[in-house]
DNA sequence: CGGGGGCGTGAGAACGCTCTCACGGCCGTG
DNA sequence: CACGGCCGTGAGAGCGTTCTCACGCCCCCG
């Protein structure tokens, strides 16, 4: 009776084993629900646990089985303010959720620098997760390499910029940025103009070249003094609106590439005196919460994140089940929603 | 010859030994850099390290030595909106930046409802983390006792409920509100409101009662059809304050609990044609970048965040180290950031 | 020239778990 | 009544580290 308040000093799986009666190898199959236990044996081993408040120690189990039941969702982001990106709080809510009913742990890693990235890295080859899913690529992250040569389970969200062999999901950029362009054009504005996501990442492109095949397709020229280069927030979608009015006043549409950016470029819209939808269109991307409440209503391209945040969960798993499975890839179809500003 | 492309199979502390030519523990010296290495053995090992890109096992290293070097930040937060809250983007990223120096490893946890609560809890005493810093923390969250009960270095960000001996570090929302509240009583208003966060949260119980002290120290009436209760997002503001307006139409001025409210409140405002600071003045908490940014800008509660992330992971860290030491807390003071709202 | 004291090294026992294997006991069948 | 098979169980060998010891070696001092 020397110790009662100090040394929790987890209790081991033998110590249950001898309270419950039976060896190790028994308790290890109750705790792992081994249907070969007999009724007897399995309720006195469960009494144990209960009694020592017994739980495994998952470094010990994990040596042996080479699992540690933990996948990682790396948030790739330099930019602070993307950070609180509401496309990135539905994705890690909608893998959160889609993991909940298994028996996997979710943890979130994120990276403002190539110091971070390196430690992710690391932490990811030491063995901590079974899987990783990579978001917002940078065109020079070194992270998929380094995942991809250590053999991590990988998928991407957003397709890569090579074209190698990796799974991803992505939405469908290109296409519902066309459908955009081309609905702004078939309204019968004849300036239209666009604010790009960064163009290191592959969504900034898709979008932008989807941007450029709707207008052509339209019969309307690609003018660069109509394009403004944005960072996917609101504060640089409202400096890139301001540039762009300065630089082409006479514009009369334009197509924003992420929701947050589209707010931003309503402020700058309304601090120029500019009404919208009648002086200018507005088209945004994502159909954030935020759109649907922003003034005027936002138009803009839903991205079907509840078709993706399964399927990107479901790829890794696969993945990390089926040893030599194929890496595979899925594309998800947009639709553009209608409202107010456009 | 057999296998190139197959088989990863990660080198072991052996593999590394033999073909250095020295002991298993020589290279595990090198690995943790101790001194008492000479020169060409250390030379030996680190090269054969690098020819095998052999990479330590976490899980064996942390079953002998019963550290994981990972440390988990844990969002504690059902409400979806408020994961976007900027202030939670701005303690992961000063949690992450301080952590960036030391060996150690951040990752986020969040929680949507108590089933992952409980997953959190089993993640943590399985033995994944060192320590815990927990956020977002609700009158009924079972989480502090799981880990308190579990012997987890533990570090809340917010002061708990009862008087529990838990370190925390938070900021004066007591302090910070009472300030405001005064300065609007100060100013001339005389039906001063209140937007409060949720009740089942120590800021929002704090920030309200500062409220409720400032207007007494002015010799105000705290009247309760000038309160509303938000949520901490901006729909919740704008909600609650259109409550507030219908209920008490001669308010002419309003403290809300965060920034993002106060975003929401705002607007609500703006549509019931309300000018401010002319009809209401508004003062907000926080003092989150939007506050500089919204029409007109905010004047808010700064909250001392350089200061808190720091001290969140200082804390936590000496209670790692220091077996016995006392659960040791800090509060931070807030300020006054006078801007155009009110 | 002999003996003590570092210093670098290696052998081997943990750490807590899983998993293979072999072994008794019971059943059903020949 | 003997025998093969199955089922529940336990003994023991790992998994890849760290860490404690003990052991040579060389240097310095007496």
Redesign the interface.
């Known amino acids: 009776m020397t110790d009662t308040t100090s040394r929790?000093a987890?209790p081991t799986l033998d110590e249950v084993a001898v309270l419950a009666g039976v060896s190790r190898a028994t308790v290890s199959r109750v705790v792992n629900d081994s249907p070969k236990v007999s009724p007897e044996a399995r309720q006195a081993v469960l009494s144990a646990v209960a009694q020592l408040r017994y739980?495994?120690?998952?470094?010990?189990r994990?040596?042996v089985t080479r699992r540690?039941d933990?996948v990682?969702l790396v948030l790739n982001e330099p930019n602070?303010?993307v950070?609180?990106?509401?496309f990135?709080?539905s994705i890690?809510?909608g893998v959160?959720?889609t993991l909940?009913d298994t028996d996997l742990?979710?943890?979130?890693?994120?990276a403002?620098d190539e110091?971070?990235q390196e430690?992710i890295g690391?932490?990811a080859?030491?063995?901590?997760v079974d899987g990783v899913i990579l978001m917002s690529v940078h065109s020079d992250d070194p992270l998929p390499d380094i995942l991809e040569e250590?053999?991590i389970p990988l998928v991407l969200c957003g397709r890569p910029f090579d074209d190698r062999a990796v799974a991803y999901v992505d939405a469908d950029n290109r296409g519902g940025a066309r459908e955009a362009a081309a609905y702004l054009a078939a309204s019968g504005r004849r300036r239209i103009a666009t604010i790009t996501g960064p163009l290191d990442m592959i969504a900034g492109v898709d979008r932008l070249a989807g941007y450029q095949a709707g207008l052509a397709a339209a019969g309307q020229e690609v003018r660069a003094d109509l394009l403004a280069e944005g960072d996917f927030t609101e504060?640089g979608g409202?400096r890139a609106m301001a540039a762009l009015l300065e630089r082409a006043p006479d514009l009369d549409a334009v197509f924003v590439a992420s929701d947050p950016m589209a707010v931003g470029a309503l402020?700058a819209l309304r601090e120029a005196g500019r009404r919208v939808p009648e002086d200018v269109a507005v088209v945004g991307f994502d159909d954030a919460?935020v759109a649907e409440?922003c003034?005027p209503p936002l138009t803009t391209v839903a991205q079907p994140l509840t078709d993706m945040t399964p399927l990107l969960t479901e790829l890794l798993l696969r993945q990390i089940e089926g040893v030599g499975e194929q890496a595979e890839s899925r594309v998800c179809r947009t639709h553009l929603v209608r409202r107010a500003s456009a």
Chains 1, 2 share one sequence.
């Open positions: 929790a987890s739980v495994p120690n998952r470094m010990a994990s040596l540690t933990t990682a602070t303010q950070f609180s990106d509401p990135f709080a890690v809510r959160s959720a909940a742990n979710l943890v979130l890693l994120t403002q110091r971070e430690k690391r932490y080859r030491q063995g901590h250590a053999g504060v409202a402020r919460a409440r003034d």
